[in-house]
């Protein structure tokens, strides 16, 4: 049993679980930091919740570390299809007041109590799949040519999963979300090698179409037209606290111009741990970024962006130290998934780029995307368990790892 247990402590990348730690640990603060001045009544239930999301999500994050490419494999298309399913009942099962203040159908309400948002789960299962269907893909072509065409029929197949996806999501009306499922097909899509003269022209027709987005949203009687159209109002006051965020800071923008302030106020250092000058609406979950530059600064804020650095350090290196092209591409997803969602929180609530709902990875509060994130990870460990297992089969265990368990073994 001990020298079971202590393959299994050989196997396990520590360097990656510490600073998913480090940031779980940053979060609690800046939750508890926010809840305490907004809702200090229920403070220690909030935190409660959240320390007990975290608690689960490391469990099924150990499970799945376990889980080998066989299995892995084999349930990618039931969970595939599974989250789907999932992903439809927020059409029925909803909260109209949350709907009214969010002008999104994305979480699962019942009896009054919201309980999860599939569409964070959703993201970890069509990485899944994508990756499957690309190995499948040149398994079932390994003996034709490369070709634009080849490249055509593989983004078409792609497109055939992702679309379902998208459909649900429009009826959800969450395009936050729906930009993540984007950043994670073009990540894959552009990792399975498809020729530049598809991508080139693909990245300036998109370019093309957000010029003319703008152009027609910024002209007289542009933002009328766009609604009649369908774009709904939650989304064009997005925009317009983008470009102009204290134009209305007393209403449509209240949130973002009061973020942008505490972030200044913070300064060089913080204002201290525990103080806060601003309201700022839910701040514990998209806008958690404010606490952190408030009361830590530009040193906390850096020391934050530099934590997620090092994941992404270590989720690279463990990629790049794999021969299975299955894990490869999971890990390549999960990757883009993670920077898109960093991006574009510390983006927005910085005023670089639109607010759009889209949380601080391990740090905002909300069990859907913790637990989510931690799954990522678990594959991630289980990329780097199966690396160890394939080493130590090919005799490759590092010489300091041979010494440490031969001393173990004496």
Same mark, same amino acid.
């Given at each position: ?20 730690? /480090? ?30 999301? $975290? ?38 099962? #909803?909260?109209? =007041? ?9 979480w ?16 970890i ?5 994508l990756?499957?269907?690309i190995?499948?893909? #040149? ?8 070709t ?15 679309? *379902? ?25 552009l ?9 080139? @022209? ?13 152009? +027609? ?17 939650? !989304? ?8 102009? @965020?204290?134009?209305? =800071? ?15 106020s ?11 000058n601003?309201? $700022? *609406? ?23 962006i ?6 992404? #350090? ?6 790049? !130290?794999?021969?299975?092209? /299955? ?6 997803? /999960?990757?883009?998934?993670?920077? /898109?969602? $960093? ?11 639109p607010?759009?709902?889209? *949380?601080? *990875?391990? +740090? ?19 990329m780097? #368990? !199966? ?5 130590e ?11 440490? $368990?031969?001393q173990?073994?004496?």
């Amino acid at each position: 049993m001990s020298n079971s247990r202590r393959s299994i402590d050989s196997r396990v990348d520590y360097s990656l679980i510490l600073p998913v730690f /480090f940031l779980l640990l940053l979060g609690i603060v800046a939750i508890y930091i926010a809840v305490s001045h907004d809702y200090p009544s229920a403070v220690w239930s909030i935190l409660g919740q959240q320390l007990a999301w $975290i608690a689960l999500g490391v469990v099924i994050s150990f499970i799945v570390m376990f889980f080998n490419t066989k299995f892995l494999w084999q349930m990618t298309p039931v969970l595939y299809v599974f989250g789907l399913g999932l992903m439809v009942l927020p059409l029925f099962l #909803y909260s109209p =007041a949350l709907v009214a203040s969010t002008g999104a159908k994305n979480w699962v309400t019942i009896g009054g109590v919201t309980l999860f948002q599939p569409s964070e789960f959703m993201k970890i299962s069509y990485i899944l799949m994508l990756s499957h269907a690309i190995v499948r893909f #040149y398994q079932r072509h390994r003996n034709k040519e490369r070709t634009i065409q080849l490249d055509f029929l593989l983004i078409l197949e792609l497109l055939a999963y992702t679309l *379902p996806v998208l459909v649900l999501l429009t009826f959800q009306k969450d395009l936050g979300t729906a930009l993540v499922f984007v950043a994670i097909f073009s990540g894959l899509v552009l990792l399975s090698g498809v020729s530049w003269k598809i991508i080139v @022209p693909t990245v300036l027709i998109l370019a093309l179409l957000l010029a003319s987005f703008m152009l +027609i949203f910024l002209s007289k009687d542009g933002r009328a037209f766009l609604h009649q159209l369908g774009m709904p109002t939650y !989304q064009i006051n997005r925009i317009l606290a983008w470009l102009n @965020p204290f134009d209305y =800071a007393q209403t449509t923008t209240y949130q973002q111009a009061q973020g942008q302030i505490a972030i200044g106020s913070g300064g060089l250092w913080g204002q201290g741990f525990n103080v806060s000058n601003l309201l $700022i *609406p839910v701040r514990e979950s998209d806008m958690i970024f404010t606490v952190i530059a408030e009361d830590f600064g530009f040193v906390g804020s850096t020391g934050l962006i530099l934590l997620y650095l090092l994941l992404i #350090y270590r989720m690279l290196k463990i990629t790049l !130290q794999s021969n299975n092209q /299955f894990y490869t591409y999971i890990s390549t997803g /999960f990757i883009m998934m993670l920077l /898109f969602h $960093i991006f574009e929180n510390i983006g927005a609530v910085t005023g670089i780029l639109p607010l759009t709902g889209i *949380p601080l *990875p391990f +740090i905002s509060q909300g069990g859907s995307s913790i637990i989510s994130n931690l799954i990522g990870v678990g594959l991630l460990l289980s990329m780097s #368990y !199966q690396n160890q297992v394939a080493a130590e089969k090919e005799g490759k265990v590092p010489k300091k790892r041979k010494k440490i $368990i031969l001393q173990q073994l004496k």
